[in-house]
């Protein structure tokens, strides 16, 4: 404690001193430029043309290398999904060793490895390089595709697929790409459950052959091992790989839009809206522009304290983080986009919120102490980047695939330290824009297009365009008008009746429904208990209790352990035998329109909370409860839980969903009802 003390007194003792020298009236001029051991890597080609690249660093007996092919993206049309399909296969099963068999060696050796048709990457210690390189090599050089894999490929692909059709943030991860590039474009394609279906075994094999190409490629090395040890291996595992190369085929153009707009996409089930704002970006790294483009995105977004997340996030608190990035093509061009993710309810705020830091940054000069800040993270980063000696192989082969000067890194300090206020400016305003910027929105359209539909910019109202969930064009959602009269204890009503009315549900006093799944090889149960005013989850996999859940109108507890007082609160409505009996006395319960669920129209009745609200959707038709979504708001966060009802079946005069259907960890798994008890075998112990 004492030496602390001493310590702080000495460090409170300087900084006084310091202030008292300094001029605040002026802006401190940079020091010297800090030396940097960058590394160099020893360089020669095989006679196929493949370009070695060795860095050597004996300090730790370990080696990585990275196969980079350096093929130009291509665009798979129809077979969407033929690359991914093909990088999954790879380096499973090879024409010499089972799929069994060639796991557990790399496991053996405690190494790891990956290849693809544009490459591969592996690690390992080197005492035993030779015998993971060889099985690299093997892997690489002769990969077995089977039908029996593919096929399972191919449907671990479409389940992802699927378990992303609702998913707003999957959605928008596709549409913006689609609509920038267009989906006639290799950065804008869009892989479907179609152009899965439409891969064959002979796709896979042509495609692997067509892309595993050395000439124009590149094999990064680093760690324990010379360059003449790297050339023995190359030579050993390497030499019956004939040369060849992949042609860079011509791109559709693409261009910004004439004027800003809204490009929206409807999501019914979404509680938040997935934004950004994009434009092209002609940005390369071989630019002189590029050092301080680096700088003034990181200034807009590209930071916790950027000006994006300082308004959005820290001022209006309209999302958990708000960022921006800013690309460099080489094929061609990029994007710039600023990204994140809103509360429904403020949309329309965020998107203008957006956009005006986006034009702040090319219209006013920065602060000289954020760009100071700025560039000392930069140069903070780059100095222990270089301590690595696997950067320095990564940097040469960036400096020969961007056509890059070769002292690019030598120079690197310098040239971010040189970045100006003017030149922030000078290259916001060249790169981002605000006034030809397309405006991506993924969210429900019942709940924020009336207001987006109003958003003005630079004087001017924005124009809507609509779109589908695979980017096309499309006509604006529609708004179905709920009958005249019609209210969410009418819905709970009708659906009350409809599992069996008044008199089955007065004769009831308690309830087990046991339900049934399969996922991941284990079978997982859930036993539900009901008494008027509690209820209790009991969740097995393999017979082993997994998670309890009890829930009562004072409290709730999970595995023994009491939730948060607003969390059981939030709760209590599902404590009894039937939630509805709970929500049709509630004054959190209210209903917010119709949506489609799996094609059909239903009611949606939400019930709000502070940490957990509650969406129900009971069909328009045959007044069933067909939908449940529980979306739990924590630090920001923002979650969401849903499952489907189907198949009902009557139990001694009420009806019970016979299957409950969710995705979890990207795979949807389907419970069935296995056993109903009513009336018996449940106990006020059963909710201690």
């Given at each position: 404690m004492k030496k602390y003390i001493i310590f702080t007194l000495l460090a409170v003792f300087m900084g006084a001193t310091v202030t008292a020298q300094i001029d605040r009236t002026k802006i401190p001029e940079s020091g010297p430029m800090p030396e940097v051991n960058l590394g160099e890597a020893k360089e020669f080609k095989l006679k196929n043309g493949l370009t070695v690249l060795v860095v050597t660093d004996s300090k730790l007996p370990s080696l990585n290398w990275n196969l980079n092919l350096n093929n130009p993206p291509v665009y798979e049309g129809d077979k969407a999904g033929v690359q991914s399909l093909t990088s999954a296969l790879m380096g499973k099963e090879t024409q010499l060793t089972s799929k069994d068999d060639f796991s557990e060696k790399i496991d053996f050796l405690g190494a790891s490895m990956n290849v693809s048709?544009?490459?591969?990457?592996?690690?390992?210690?080197?005492?035993?390089?030779?015998?993971?390189?060889?099985?690299?090599?093997?892997?690489?050089?002769?990969?077995?595709?089977?039908?029996?894999?593919?096929?399972?490929?191919?449907?671990?692909?479409?389940?992802?697929?699927?378990?992303?059709?609702?998913?707003?943030?999957?959605?928008?991860?596709?549409?913006?790409?689609?609509?920038?590039?267009?989906?006639?474009?290799?950065?804008?394609?869009?892989?479907?459950?179609?152009?899965?279906?439409?891969?064959?075994?002979?796709?896979?094999?042509?495609?692997?052959?067509?892309?595993?190409?050395?000439?124009?490629?590149?094999?990064?090395?680093?760690?324990?091992?010379?360059?003449?040890?790297?050339?023995?291996?190359?030579?050993?595992?390497?030499?019956?790989?004939?040369?060849?190369?992949?042609?860079?085929?011509?791109?559709?153009?693409?261009?910004?839009?004439?004027?800003?707009?809204?490009?929206?996409?409807?999501?019914?089930?979404?509680?938040?809206?997935?934004?950004?704002?994009?434009?092209?970006?002609?940005?390369?790294?071989?630019?002189?522009?590029?050092?301080?483009?680096?700088?003034?995105?990181?200034?807009?977004?590209?930071?916790?304290?950027?000006?994006?997340?300082?308004?959005?996030?820290?001022?209006?608190?309209?999302?958990?983080?708000?960022?921006?990035?800013?690309?460099?093509?080489?094929?061609?061009?990029?994007?710039?986009?600023?990204?994140?993710?809103?509360?429904?309810?403020?949309?329309?705020?965020?998107?203008?919120?957006?956009?005006?830091?986006?034009?702040?940054?090319?219209?006013?000069?920065?602060?000289?102490?954020?760009?100071?800040?700025?560039?000392?993270?930069?140069?903070?980063?780059?100095?222990?980047?270089?301590?690595?000696?696997?950067?320095?192989?990564?940097?040469?082969?960036?400096?020969?695939?961007?056509?890059?000067?070769?002292?690019?890194?030598k120079n690197y300090i310098a040239n971010i330290d040189k970045v100006t206020i003017e030149d922030v400016q000078r290259v916001a305003d060249k790169y981002l824009a605000d006034d030809k910027a397309r405006i991506v929105l993924v969210g429900k359209a019942a709940d924020v297009l009336e207001n987006v539909e109003k958003i003005e910019w630079n004087g001017k109202k924005l124009p809507v365009k609509y779109f589908d969930k695979e980017a096309n064009p499309t006509d604006r959602p529609e708004t179905v008008v709920l009958p005249e009269g019609l209210t969410a204890e009418t819905v709970l009503n009708n659906y009350l009746t409809a599992i069996g009315g008044k008199e089955a549900i007065d004769k009831t006093t308690s309830l087990i429904l046991k339900y049934e799944a399969s996922a991941m090889g284990n079978t997982i149960v859930s036993e539900e208990k009901k008494l008027d005013g509690k209820a209790s989850q009991v969740l097995s996999m393999g017979g082993n209790p997994m998670m309890t859940v009890i829930m009562t109108k004072d409290k709730a507890t999970m595995n023994k352990n009491p939730l948060p007082e607003n969390m059981a609160t939030d709760m209590s409505v599902l404590a009894g035998l039937f939630p509805e009996l709970n929500m049709l006395s509630s004054d959190k319960v209210k209903l917010a329109g119709i949506e489609a669920v799996d094609g059909k129209d239903a009611y949606k009745v939400d019930v709000s909370g502070d940490v957990i609200s509650l969406s129900f959707y009971y069909d328009v038709e045959s007044g069933l409860k067909v939908k449940e979504v529980q979306t739990t708001n924590m630090q920001g966060r923002t979650q969401s839980q849903e499952t489907m009802l189907k198949d009902y079946q009557t139990y001694e005069g009420l009806k019970f969903p016979n299957v409950r259907a969710g995705s979890q960890m990207g795979q949807v798994i389907e419970f069935k009802l296995i056993e109903v008890k009513i009336n018996e075998g449940v106990s006020d112990q059963d909710f201690d």
């Open positions: 048709p544009n490459g591969g990457f592996g690690f390992c210690l080197s005492k035993y390089t030779d015998q993971v390189f060889s099985l690299f090599a093997e892997a690489a050089l002769q990969p077995k595709f089977t039908q029996e894999e593919l096929d399972f490929e191919k449907e671990q692909l479409i389940e992802g697929i699927k378990s992303g059709e609702n998913s707003a943030a999957a959605i928008a991860g596709n549409v913006r790409s689609a609509l920038l590039y267009g989906k006639n474009h290799a950065a804008g394609e869009i892989i479907t459950e179609e152009t899965v279906n439409n891969v064959t075994l002979e796709d896979v094999n042509n495609f692997y052959k067509e892309r595993f190409k050395p000439s124009n490629g590149y094999i990064l090395f680093s760690g324990d091992i010379t360059e003449k040890q790297a050339k023995s291996l190359l030579k050993k595992y390497f030499r019956d790989w004939d040369k060849g190369s992949v042609e860079t085929p011509e791109y559709p153009s693409f261009e910004d839009v004439p004027t800003t707009e809204i490009n929206f996409v409807d999501v019914p089930n979404a509680v938040q809206t997935e934004l950004a704002v994009m434009s092209v970006s002609p940005l390369k790294m071989s630019d002189e522009d590029y050092h301080a483009a680096l700088v003034t995105n990181y200034i807009l977004g590209g930071a916790f304290g950027s000006y994006l997340n300082m308004n959005l996030r820290e001022d209006k608190g309209y999302t958990y983080g708000a960022r921006s990035s800013l690309g460099t093509g080489r094929y061609y061009n990029s994007s710039f986009r600023a990204t994140t993710k809103v509360r429904n309810e403020i949309t329309d705020s965020a998107v203008v919120e957006t956009l005006k830091e986006i034009k702040r940054i090319r219209t006013e000069p920065v602060d000289a102490e954020i760009l100071a800040n700025a560039k000392a993270k930069f140069l903070g980063s780059f100095i222990l980047e270089s301590e690595d000696k696997a950067v320095a192989a990564r940097r040469a082969l960036r400096i020969r695939t961007n056509n890059l000067p070769e002292d690019f890194y």
